[in-house]
């Protein structure tokens, strides 16, 4: 079993910054692929970004490329999702998700979950 838990969201304005992070708890975080997705109200849960256990893939949606960084600390079984340059629709709460082997974009192939943590861009 692998246990995640997000912290760092909140309320910011457009245009400003915000970094999440996600701890690992359990078993051998660094072979996990990593996901964030976030779910907006009266939306379905979307794939933001992921990446691989050793980094070396990383998918982002086009909706946050050049605006958001995935990156991890394996050694601190910790993954961040930088968000920069944020605006009011990436209201959402953020979900941290895991998985073993290669990284994908559907929600369903993943198979731990994070509570979620909101974020809120007002403009």
């Known amino acids: 079993q692998v246990q995640l838990v997000e912290h760092g969201g909140g309320l910011v304005q457009a245009g400003d910054s915000l970094r999440l992070s996600c701890t690992a708890s359990g078993r051998s975080f660094s072979t996990y692929a990593m996901g964030w997705f976030r779910q907006a109200p009266g939306k379905e849960r979307e794939f933001v970004a992921a990446?691989?256990?050793?980094?070396?893939?990383?998918k982002y949606a086009d909706s946050v490329k050049g605006r958001f960084t995935i990156s991890r600390d394996n050694a601190k079984n910790t993954v961040y999702l930088q968000m920069n340059s944020l605006k009011p629709e990436d209201t959402a709460v953020y979900y941290c998700a895991a998985r073993a082997l290669y990284v994908t974009t559907r929600a369903n192939d993943y198979d731990y979950w994070g509570q979620g943590t909101q974020v809120t861009v007002s403009s």
């Open positions: 990446n691989a256990w050793s980094s070396s893939s990383t």
